[in-house]
Protein backbone atom coordinates (compact mmCIF):
# COMPACT_ATOMS: atom_id res chain seq x y z
CA UNK A 1 0.00 0.00 0.00
CA UNK A 2 1.44 3.41 -1.12
CA UNK A 3 1.07 5.99 1.68
CA UNK A 4 3.26 8.84 -0.52
CA UNK A 5 0.84 9.69 -3.76
CA UNK A 6 -1.47 11.89 -1.61
CA UNK A 7 -3.67 13.92 -4.12
CA UNK A 8 -5.09 17.19 -2.82
CA UNK A 9 -8.94 17.85 -3.79
CA UNK A 10 -9.81 18.16 -6.72
CA UNK A 11 -12.59 20.89 -5.97
CA UNK A 12 -13.30 22.30 -2.67
CA UNK A 13 -15.64 24.56 -1.50
CA UNK A 14 -15.78 27.21 1.60
CA UNK A 15 -18.30 27.55 4.24
CA UNK A 16 -18.59 29.52 7.01
CA UNK A 17 -17.90 26.99 9.93
CA UNK A 18 -16.63 23.37 10.60
CA UNK A 19 -18.22 20.77 8.42
CA UNK A 20 -18.99 17.57 11.19
CA UNK A 21 -21.50 15.86 8.54
CA UNK A 22 -22.09 16.08 4.72
CA UNK A 23 -24.65 13.98 2.51
CA UNK A 24 -25.20 14.24 -1.14
CA UNK A 25 -28.94 13.01 -1.66
CA UNK A 26 -29.01 9.88 -3.56
CA UNK A 27 -32.49 10.74 -5.13
CA UNK A 28 -33.10 12.71 -8.06
CA UNK A 29 -33.45 16.43 -7.88
CA UNK A 30 -35.37 16.94 -11.20
CA UNK A 31 -32.78 19.11 -12.55
CA UNK A 32 -29.24 18.52 -13.61
CA UNK A 33 -27.63 19.72 -10.39
CA UNK A 34 -27.46 17.33 -7.57
CA UNK A 35 -28.56 18.32 -4.18
CA UNK A 36 -25.93 18.34 -1.23
CA UNK A 37 -26.43 18.81 2.53
CA UNK A 38 -24.00 19.64 4.90
CA UNK A 39 -24.14 20.08 8.87
CA UNK A 40 -21.90 22.14 11.39
CA UNK A 41 -22.30 23.55 15.01
CA UNK A 42 -25.17 25.02 14.65
CA UNK A 43 -26.54 24.88 11.39
CA UNK A 44 -27.39 22.88 8.09
CA UNK A 45 -26.74 23.99 4.87
CA UNK A 46 -28.74 23.01 2.12
CA UNK A 47 -27.66 23.89 -2.13
CA UNK A 48 -26.94 22.41 -5.49
CA UNK A 49 -23.69 20.86 -6.77
CA UNK A 50 -23.12 21.05 -10.81
CA UNK A 51 -19.64 20.25 -11.82
CA UNK A 52 -17.62 20.37 -14.67
CA UNK A 53 -17.77 16.89 -15.56
CA UNK A 54 -21.58 17.45 -16.45
CA UNK A 55 -21.91 20.94 -17.64
CA UNK A 56 -19.00 22.36 -20.22
CA UNK A 57 -19.71 25.97 -19.10
CA UNK A 58 -19.12 25.52 -15.71
CA UNK A 59 -15.06 26.16 -14.42
CA UNK A 60 -14.58 22.95 -11.47
CA UNK A 61 -17.70 23.04 -9.18
CA UNK A 62 -20.49 25.47 -8.93
CA UNK A 63 -22.28 25.21 -5.45
CA UNK A 64 -25.12 27.60 -4.68
CA UNK A 65 -26.71 27.72 -0.98
CA UNK A 66 -30.81 27.26 -1.11
CA UNK A 67 -31.23 27.51 2.45
CA UNK A 68 -29.32 27.21 5.83
CA UNK A 69 -31.51 26.27 9.14
CA UNK A 70 -30.29 26.95 12.53
CA UNK A 71 -29.50 23.92 14.41
CA UNK A 72 -29.28 24.27 18.60
CA UNK A 73 -26.65 21.78 18.82
CA UNK A 74 -23.84 20.43 16.32
CA UNK A 75 -24.64 18.01 13.78
CA UNK A 76 -24.01 14.97 14.27
CA UNK A 77 -25.72 12.53 11.26
CA UNK A 78 -28.18 13.64 8.39
CA UNK A 79 -30.12 11.73 5.82
CA UNK A 80 -32.19 12.75 3.16
CA UNK A 81 -36.23 12.12 1.92
CA UNK A 82 -36.98 11.20 -1.42
CA UNK A 83 -39.71 14.19 -1.19
CA UNK A 84 -36.55 16.66 -2.21
CA UNK A 85 -37.05 17.53 -5.32
CA UNK A 86 -36.69 21.14 -7.28
CA UNK A 87 -38.50 20.97 -10.39
CA UNK A 88 -42.59 21.57 -9.68
CA UNK A 89 -42.85 22.13 -6.47
CA UNK A 90 -39.49 23.01 -4.90
CA UNK A 91 -38.97 21.41 -1.54
CA UNK A 92 -36.25 20.10 0.83
CA UNK A 93 -36.58 17.67 3.33
CA UNK A 94 -34.47 15.95 5.44
CA UNK A 95 -33.50 14.54 9.17
CA UNK A 96 -30.39 15.23 11.38
CA UNK A 97 -29.62 13.66 14.58
CA UNK A 98 -27.85 15.55 17.72
CA UNK A 99 -26.48 14.61 21.20
CA UNK A 100 -29.36 15.89 22.89
CA UNK A 101 -30.79 12.43 21.22
CA UNK A 102 -33.63 14.20 19.55
CA UNK A 103 -34.77 13.93 15.77
CA UNK A 104 -34.88 17.32 13.88
CA UNK A 105 -37.08 17.48 10.98
CA UNK A 106 -35.91 19.91 8.35
CA UNK A 107 -38.43 21.06 5.47
CA UNK A 108 -38.48 24.23 3.53
CA UNK A 109 -40.71 24.91 0.22
CA UNK A 110 -37.46 27.23 -0.83
CA UNK A 111 -39.97 30.27 -0.20
CA UNK A 112 -41.89 31.50 2.24
CA UNK A 113 -42.46 27.91 4.55
CA UNK A 114 -39.30 26.64 6.39
CA UNK A 115 -39.71 24.34 9.59
CA UNK A 116 -37.90 22.31 11.77
CA UNK A 117 -39.76 20.04 13.61
CA UNK A 118 -38.23 18.48 16.90
CA UNK A 119 -39.38 15.02 18.78
CA UNK A 120 -38.20 11.65 19.69
CA UNK A 121 -35.64 12.00 22.95
CA UNK A 122 -35.36 8.45 23.96
CA UNK A 123 -31.97 7.30 24.66
CA UNK A 124 -28.35 7.73 22.89
CA UNK A 125 -28.23 8.35 19.42
CA UNK A 126 -25.21 6.61 17.49
CA UNK A 127 -26.54 6.90 14.07
CA UNK A 128 -29.71 6.91 11.66
CA UNK A 129 -30.92 6.62 8.48
CA UNK A 130 -34.08 8.15 6.33
CA UNK A 131 -35.78 6.63 3.57
CA UNK A 132 -39.39 7.57 2.62
CA UNK A 133 -41.52 8.56 5.61
CA UNK A 134 -39.75 6.56 8.05
CA UNK A 135 -36.59 7.10 10.25
CA UNK A 136 -34.54 4.74 12.09
CA UNK A 137 -32.19 5.38 15.03
CA UNK A 138 -29.67 3.13 16.98
CA UNK A 139 -29.84 3.44 20.77
CA UNK A 140 -27.07 1.63 22.86
CA UNK A 141 -28.76 -1.92 22.05
CA UNK A 142 -31.58 -1.04 20.47
CA UNK A 143 -32.62 -0.44 16.82
CA UNK A 144 -35.58 1.39 16.64
CA UNK A 145 -37.84 2.57 13.52
CA UNK A 146 -40.49 5.83 13.39
CA UNK A 147 -42.22 7.25 10.95
CA UNK A 148 -42.40 10.72 10.01
CA UNK A 149 -45.07 11.32 12.28
CA UNK A 150 -42.91 10.11 15.42
CA UNK A 151 -44.74 7.27 15.85
CA UNK A 152 -42.48 3.83 16.89
CA UNK A 153 -42.90 1.30 14.08
CA UNK A 154 -40.01 -1.50 15.20
CA UNK A 155 -37.70 -2.05 17.81
CA UNK A 156 -35.30 -4.22 17.39
CA UNK A 157 -33.15 -6.00 20.01
CA UNK A 158 -28.96 -5.68 18.90
CA UNK A 159 -26.40 -7.51 21.21
CA UNK A 160 -23.72 -4.63 20.83
CA UNK A 161 -23.75 -1.27 20.07
CA UNK A 162 -24.98 -0.23 16.30
CA UNK A 163 -22.69 1.09 13.64
CA UNK A 164 -24.33 1.07 10.55
CA UNK A 165 -27.86 1.11 9.13
CA UNK A 166 -29.47 1.01 5.30
CA UNK A 167 -32.07 0.42 3.82
CA UNK A 168 -32.49 -1.87 0.83
CA UNK A 169 -33.50 0.43 -2.69
CA UNK A 170 -36.28 -1.21 -3.75
CA UNK A 171 -37.35 -3.29 -1.47
CA UNK A 172 -38.26 -0.97 1.24
CA UNK A 173 -39.06 -3.50 4.29
CA UNK A 174 -35.43 -4.61 3.80
CA UNK A 175 -33.11 -3.34 6.37
CA UNK A 176 -29.37 -4.00 6.78
CA UNK A 177 -27.92 -3.06 10.17
CA UNK A 178 -24.26 -3.38 11.27
CA UNK A 179 -23.22 -4.22 14.66
CA UNK A 180 -19.66 -3.41 16.61
CA UNK A 181 -19.21 -6.66 17.95
CA UNK A 182 -19.07 -7.80 13.72
CA UNK A 183 -22.20 -9.23 13.21
CA UNK A 184 -24.18 -7.73 9.90
CA UNK A 185 -27.67 -8.43 10.44
CA UNK A 186 -30.65 -8.10 7.50
CA UNK A 187 -34.26 -7.82 9.09
CA UNK A 188 -37.58 -8.08 7.07
CA UNK A 189 -39.60 -5.76 8.79
CA UNK A 190 -42.85 -6.79 8.08
CA UNK A 191 -42.12 -10.08 10.54
CA UNK A 192 -39.40 -8.29 12.54
CA UNK A 193 -37.05 -10.84 11.79
CA UNK A 194 -33.53 -10.91 10.58
CA UNK A 195 -33.50 -12.99 7.71
CA UNK A 196 -29.48 -12.92 7.01
CA UNK A 197 -26.43 -12.45 9.26
CA UNK A 198 -22.53 -11.97 8.30
CA UNK A 199 -19.97 -12.24 10.40
CA UNK A 200 -16.44 -10.21 10.88
CA UNK A 201 -14.41 -9.05 13.88
CA UNK A 202 -15.03 -5.70 15.65
CA UNK A 203 -16.89 -3.63 12.84
CA UNK A 204 -16.11 0.18 13.01
CA UNK A 205 -18.57 0.89 9.34
CA UNK A 206 -20.39 -0.73 6.89
CA UNK A 207 -22.22 -0.05 3.78
CA UNK A 208 -24.76 -1.92 1.27
CA UNK A 209 -23.56 -1.82 -1.68
CA UNK A 210 -27.32 -0.30 -3.52
CA UNK A 211 -26.53 -0.83 -7.09
CA UNK A 212 -25.75 -4.40 -6.73
CA UNK A 213 -26.95 -5.64 -3.42
CA UNK A 214 -25.25 -9.20 -2.90
CA UNK A 215 -22.68 -6.89 -1.95
CA UNK A 216 -21.18 -5.54 1.47
CA UNK A 217 -18.33 -3.99 2.92
CA UNK A 218 -17.27 -2.75 5.91
CA UNK A 219 -14.18 -1.49 7.92
CA UNK A 220 -12.82 -3.31 10.75
CA UNK A 221 -9.31 -2.17 12.69
CA UNK A 222 -7.33 -1.40 10.25
CA UNK A 223 -8.78 -3.56 7.23
CA UNK A 224 -11.63 -3.55 4.06
CA UNK A 225 -14.10 -6.17 4.06
CA UNK A 226 -16.27 -7.45 1.00
CA UNK A 227 -18.80 -9.89 1.41
CA UNK A 228 -20.95 -11.76 -1.19
CA UNK A 229 -23.91 -12.85 0.13
CA UNK A 230 -25.24 -15.39 -2.00
CA UNK A 231 -21.62 -17.19 -1.06
CA UNK A 232 -20.70 -17.29 2.39
CA UNK A 233 -21.58 -15.18 5.34
CA UNK A 234 -17.65 -14.75 5.76
CA UNK A 235 -15.90 -12.14 3.58
CA UNK A 236 -14.77 -12.75 0.10
CA UNK A 237 -11.55 -9.96 0.36
CA UNK A 238 -9.76 -8.57 3.35
CA UNK A 239 -7.18 -6.26 2.86
CA UNK A 240 -5.73 -3.85 5.57
CA UNK A 241 -6.89 -0.31 4.57
CA UNK A 242 -5.06 2.54 6.82
CA UNK A 243 -2.06 2.37 9.00
CA UNK A 244 -3.93 4.34 11.55
CA UNK A 245 -8.08 2.85 12.57
CA UNK A 246 -9.96 3.08 9.93
CA UNK A 247 -13.03 5.00 10.51
CA UNK A 248 -15.77 5.24 7.24
CA UNK A 249 -16.65 2.73 4.23
CA UNK A 250 -19.04 4.24 1.44
CA UNK A 251 -20.10 2.24 -1.74
CA UNK A 252 -20.01 4.24 -5.20
CA UNK A 253 -23.72 5.13 -6.18
CA UNK A 254 -21.79 5.43 -9.80
CA UNK A 255 -19.91 1.97 -9.93
CA UNK A 256 -20.77 -1.31 -7.89
CA UNK A 257 -16.97 -1.90 -7.42
CA UNK A 258 -15.68 1.40 -6.41
CA UNK A 259 -16.20 2.26 -2.57
CA UNK A 260 -13.75 4.69 -0.48
CA UNK A 261 -12.67 4.59 3.16
CA UNK A 262 -11.19 7.34 5.43
CA UNK A 263 -8.70 6.81 8.15
CA UNK A 264 -9.21 8.43 11.62
CA UNK A 265 -7.86 11.68 11.77
CA UNK A 266 -4.14 12.57 12.65
CA UNK A 267 -2.63 15.44 14.28
CA UNK A 268 -3.19 17.70 10.96
CA UNK A 269 -4.64 15.38 7.94
CA UNK A 270 -7.00 12.29 7.67
CA UNK A 271 -6.88 10.09 4.68
CA UNK A 272 -9.11 9.49 2.26
CA UNK A 273 -8.50 5.70 -0.02
CA UNK A 274 -10.45 5.15 -2.80
CA UNK A 275 -10.71 1.34 -3.61
CA UNK A 276 -11.88 -0.41 -7.01
CA UNK A 277 -12.13 -4.47 -6.60
CA UNK A 278 -10.48 -5.10 -10.06
CA UNK A 279 -7.00 -3.55 -8.35
CA UNK A 280 -4.96 -4.32 -5.71
CA UNK A 281 -3.89 -1.46 -4.33
CA UNK A 282 -5.65 2.32 -3.88
CA UNK A 283 -6.54 3.59 -6.93
CA UNK A 284 -6.19 7.04 -5.16
CA UNK A 285 -5.46 8.32 -2.09
CA UNK A 286 -6.71 11.91 -0.75
CA UNK A 287 -5.33 14.09 1.86
CA UNK A 288 -7.13 16.62 3.65
CA UNK A 289 -7.11 18.91 6.63
CA UNK A 290 -8.64 16.62 9.45
CA UNK A 291 -11.77 15.28 7.92
CA UNK A 292 -15.64 14.50 8.52
CA UNK A 293 -18.63 12.79 6.69
CA UNK A 294 -17.68 10.56 3.81
CA UNK A 295 -20.54 11.15 0.74
CA UNK A 296 -20.59 9.83 -3.42
CA UNK A 297 -22.39 11.72 -6.44
CA UNK A 298 -25.27 9.77 -7.43
CA UNK A 299 -24.07 9.56 -10.58
CA UNK A 300 -20.28 10.71 -10.58
CA UNK A 301 -17.70 8.90 -9.63
CA UNK A 302 -17.02 11.96 -7.48
CA UNK A 303 -16.83 11.92 -3.33
CA UNK A 304 -16.97 14.74 -0.89
CA UNK A 305 -15.47 14.84 2.34
CA UNK A 306 -16.41 17.90 5.10
CA UNK A 307 -13.53 19.68 7.00
CA UNK A 308 -12.60 23.25 8.65
CA UNK A 309 -14.55 25.94 6.35
CA UNK A 310 -14.58 23.62 3.57
CA UNK A 311 -16.39 20.96 1.60
CA UNK A 312 -13.50 18.79 -0.56
CA UNK A 313 -14.02 17.13 -3.41
CA UNK A 314 -12.51 14.10 -5.31
CA UNK A 315 -13.01 13.10 -8.38
CA UNK A 316 -11.89 9.53 -10.03
CA UNK A 317 -11.57 8.52 -13.30
CA UNK A 318 -12.55 4.80 -12.34
Same mark, same amino acid.
Given at each position: ???????????????????????????????????????????????????????????????????????????????????????????????????????? $???? !???????? =? #????? @???? +???????????????????????????????????????????????????????????????????????????? $???? !???????? =? #????? @???? +??????????????????????????????????????????????????????????????????????????????????????????????
Amino acid at each position: MQEDSSRSPSYTVACEDYVHVVEFSPFSSGTPASLLAYGGNQYVVVGTCLFQEEDVEIEGVEFNVLRAFHHELRVDALAWSPESRLDRIPTVRLCTAAADRKLR $LLTS !DLQDRHEV =K #VYIKH @GSVV +LFHCSCQSSLFFLIHVCRVWDLDGNESTVLRLRSPGMSVCWHPEEVFKLMVAEKKGTIRFYDLVTQQAILSLDCGT $LISA !DWCLTNTI =K #VGAVA @GNDW +LIWDITRSSYPQEKRPAHIDKARLFKWSRANENLFATTGCPGKITSQLFIHHLGHPQPVMIGSAPVGSGLSWHRTLPLCVVGGDRKLCFWMTEM
